[in-house]
């Protein structure tokens, strides 16, 4: 049995689009004699459609579309499957369903409903979507197979300590007869995600004695990156085929034929080279699919900055790139010199604006109101906020996208200006820990040899807003720093267990706990960003801004 596991990578509510590149896989599949292409879930409207789904025109744009993909295929000698945002039948309720199809010779010969709708992080699924209350099995031919919607196959009880459904579509419908599953999915990456999923869907074929295909979406929609690294399985859970991560592709595997190397295509086995390389899809696809071409970064001679001008770099090509440097009256001549250094190592557009006599002159245009007030951190905020002007003024001249460069443990405590620093289109570290972002300047330093100098690993992090400023000046280390917040925003775990667990002050934890709390304001008006984490800032984490509870 030969099936085409077929990881595109589409855009929300790009019907045209997505069916083209859906045409395009299924003649491919078919020219290499597969049987059945397999696309991801709601691959005809890219996902999340989020509150398109609300629009009457959309769900009637979608029956369109899917209707015109059944004509357009009609001539191909293969069987397809593909998801879509379906119309409920039922008489009350919601309207849309999460639905897979099965496609043949012109006519739907199957539908299948999502059961399990998720509510946790990223997923909002029972916002919009009525949940199918049983499914049937696929009888193609003499086969009898389970085809699931994401969430339904990832609910194994065997597998998960605490299930978070009280039904396995997949056990019902092996308990129908399955020989056979197969999962189309938007399952988003995130660090440590790809081998989890093998290992969930190997424990599946090996508790069911039977063969698995995972079809997954690829390519950056909004702040999620979703990775691809589709598979299929053998019935004791060996790979008989794996596609790449972040990248798009048509693969053909005989499900009864031995593994042949061909099929398994050689994937990212160091989890920091896939997190640059999600970072570098998810720039990539933020920036044209919004119809950017260009982006503008501030680049301060930091470790920050440097890495952002980096994945930029390889997400939409050097000379798509502008580095501009501002220098104030606190920056040092080595922040200007490895600002100057990186863009010329990665031949990007570097000019240099100084911010100082604005910030002269606005310091006296203020100096009525500021009467008899010390200097605090009311200037240098100032300072950072003429940097964004500046961005923010080049950004519309030349129609180009601010990339902010600020990462999350920045972010996390608070550490950056509102309408400075955080000004911008899009935060690409901003889920990426000070202590990851090293690690990451150094796979950049591999793909682009040495193109951040050496100067910018090796001098202490600072705002440079004051004379003589380092980070530490209000921040623990940043090993310290990234510990706290693992613990506390990816972990939820509570001041006490985390002092104990890391062997550290607990006035010293709280007091990190606190700024995370006391800064949420700043975060809910911040760029959105990519989440290469297990918890974002972002979509997938709803705090409250006004609110009294305090750990």
Same mark, same amino acid.
């Given at each position: 049995?030969?099936?085409?596991?077929?990881?595109?990578?589409?855009?929300?509510?790009?019907?045209?689009?997505?069916?083209?590149?859906?045409?395009?896989?299924?003649?491919?599949?078919?020219?290499?004699?597969?049987?059945?292409?397999?696309?991801?879930?709601?691959?005809?409207?890219?996902?999340?459609?989020?509150?398109?789904?609300?629009?009457?025109?959309?769900?009637?744009?979608?029956?369109?579309?899917?209707?015109?993909?059944?004509?357009?295929?009609?001539?191909?000698?293969?069987?397809?499957?593909?998801?879509?945002?379906?119309?409920?039948?039922?008489?009350?309720?919601?309207?849309?369903?999460?639905?897979?199809?099965?496609?043949?010779?012109?006519?739907?010969?199957?539908?299948?409903?999502?059961?399990?709708?998720?509510?946790?992080?990223?997923?909002?699924?029972?916002?919009?979507?009525?949940?199918?209350?049983?499914?049937?099995?696929?009888?193609?031919?003499?086969?009898?197979?389970?085809?699931?919607?994401?969430?339904?196959?990832?609910?194994?009880?065997?597998?998960?300590?605490?299930?978070?459904?009280?039904?396995?579509?997949?056990?019902?419908?092996?308990?129908?007869?399955?020989?056979?599953?197969?999962?189309?999915?938007?399952?988003?990456?995130?660090?440590?995600?790809?081998?989890?999923?093998?290992?969930?869907?190997?424990?599946?074929?090996?508790?069911?004695?039977?063969?698995?295909?995972?079809?997954?979406?690829?390519?950056?929609?909004?702040?999620?990156?979703?990775?691809?690294?589709?598979?299929?399985?053998?019935?004791?859970?060996?790979?008989?085929?794996?596609?790449?991560?972040?990248?798009?592709?048509?693969?053909?595997?005989?499900?009864?034929?031995?593994?042949?190397?061909?099929?398994?295509?050689?994937?990212?086995?160091?989890?920091?080279?896939?997190?640059?390389?999600?970072?570098?899809?998810?720039?990539?696809?933020?920036?044209?699919?919004?119809?950017?071409?260009?982006?503008?970064?501030?680049?301060?001679?930091?470790?920050?900055?440097?890495?952002?001008?980096?994945?930029?770099?390889?997400?939409?090509?050097?000379?798509?790139?502008?580095?501009?440097?501002?220098?104030?009256?606190?920056?040092?001549?080595?922040?200007?010199?490895?600002?100057?250094?990186?863009?010329?190592?990665?031949?990007?557009?570097?000019?240099?604006?100084?911010?100082?006599?604005?910030?002269?002159?606005?310091?006296?245009?203020?100096?009525?109101?500021?009467?008899?007030?010390?200097?605090?951190?009311?200037?240098?905020?100032?300072?950072?906020?003429?940097?964004?002007?500046?961005?923010?003024?080049?950004?519309?001249?030349?129609?180009?996208?601010?990339?902010?460069?600020?990462?999350?443990?920045?972010?996390?405590?608070?550490?950056?200006?509102?309408?400075?620093?955080?000004?911008?289109?899009?935060?690409?570290?901003?889920?990426? &820990?000070?202590?990851? !972002?090293?690690?990451? /300047?150094?796979?950049?330093? $591999? +793909?682009? %040899?040495? *193109?951040?100098?050496?100067?910018?690993?090796?001098?202490?992090?600072?705002?440079?807003?004051?004379?003589?400023?380092?980070?530490?000046?209000?921040?623990?280390?940043?090993?310290?720093?990234?510990?706290?917040?693992?613990?506390?925003?990816?972990?939820?775990?509570?001041?006490?267990?985390?002092?104990?667990?890391?062997?550290?002050?607990?006035?010293?934890?709280?007091?990190?706990?606190?700024?995370?709390?006391?800064?949420?304001?700043?975060?809910?008006?911040?760029? &959105?960003?990519?989440? !290469?984490?297990?918890? /974002?800032?972002?979509?997938? $984490? +709803?705090? %409250?801004? *006004?609110?009294?509870?305090?750990?």
């Amino acid at each position: 049995m030969r099936i085409a596991l077929a990881q595109i990578n589409t855009t929300v509510g790009d019907l045209a689009g997505n069916l083209d590149r859906m045409l395009r896989a299924a003649r491919e599949a078919a020219s290499n004699r597969a049987e059945l292409v397999v696309f991801p879930e709601l691959s005809i409207n890219g996902y999340p459609p989020r509150d398109l789904v609300e629009k009457p025109t959309f769900l009637d744009r979608t029956q369109a579309a899917l209707d015109q993909f059944v004509s357009e295929t009609a001539t191909l000698p293969i069987a397809i499957i593909c998801g879509y945002v379906g119309l409920s039948d039922a008489a009350s309720g919601k309207r849309a369903v999460n639905a897979a199809c099965v496609i043949s010779r012109g006519r739907i010969v199957f539908r299948q409903q999502k059961m399990l709708l998720p509510t946790y992080d990223v997923f909002d699924e029972a916002r919009y979507f009525r949940s199918a209350e049983r499914q049937q099995l696929w009888c193609w031919g003499d086969r009898k197979i389970a085809l699931t919607i994401c969430e339904d196959a990832w609910n194994d009880k065997q597998f998960w300590e605490r299930q978070l459904y009280q039904r396995d579509p997949v056990d019902e419908l092996v308990s129908e007869g399955a020989g056979m599953l197969i999962s189309i999915n938007a399952s988003p990456y995130h660090m440590g995600k790809r081998a989890m999923r093998q290992e969930i869907f190997a424990a599946t074929a090996r508790r069911h004695n039977m063969p698995v295909v995972y079809v997954n979406q690829v390519g950056g929609n909004d702040q999620l990156v979703f990775d691809g690294t589709s598979f299929a399985l053998g019935r004791n859970g060996q790979p008989l085929a794996t596609a790449p991560s972040f990248s798009e592709d048509v693969l053909v595997v005989d499900l009864e034929a031995p593994p042949s190397p061909a099929c398994l295509r050689a994937n990212l086995g160091d989890e920091c080279e896939a997190v640059y390389e999600a970072l570098a899809l998810g720039t990539r696809d933020y920036i044209l699919k919004c119809a950017f071409r260009k982006v503008i970064i501030g680049l301060s001679g930091g470790i920050d900055s440097s890495l952002t001008a980096a994945i930029a770099v390889d997400a939409v090509g050097e000379e798509n790139v502008y580095g501009v440097a501002m220098p104030g009256p606190y920056s040092s001549d080595h922040s200007l010199t490895d600002a100057w250094a990186l863009a010329a190592n990665l031949g990007i557009r570097f000019e240099v604006s100084s911010i100082t006599e604005t910030f002269e002159a606005s310091l006296k245009t203020l100096q009525p109101l500021f009467e008899g007030m010390p200097a605090d951190v009311t200037e240098e905020n100032l300072q950072s906020r003429l940097r964004g002007m500046t961005l923010m003024a080049l950004s519309n001249k030349l129609g180009a996208l601010v990339l902010t460069t600020g990462n999350k443990s920045e972010l996390a405590v608070g550490y950056c200006t509102l309408y400075g620093d955080m000004c911008g289109g899009l935060a690409v570290i901003s889920d990426v &820990p000070k202590t990851l !972002v090293y690690q990451l /300047a150094r796979v950049a330093n $591999r +793909r682009h %040899p040495n *193109a951040i100098p050496d100067n910018v690993f090796r001098k202490p992090p600072s705002a440079e807003l004051r004379p003589d400023q380092k980070d530490t000046d209000s921040l623990p280390e940043y090993e310290v720093l990234d510990s706290i917040l693992k613990a506390y925003v990816e972990d939820y775990l509570p001041p006490p267990q985390i002092a104990d667990t890391l062997h550290l002050p607990l006035p010293q934890v709280r007091d990190i706990i606190n700024k995370v709390d006391r800064n949420e304001y700043k975060r809910q008006q911040a760029a &959105p960003g990519l989440k !290469v984490t297990t918890k /974002a800032f972002g979509m997938g $984490r +709803r705090f %409250p801004i *006004a609110q009294k509870f305090l750990e």
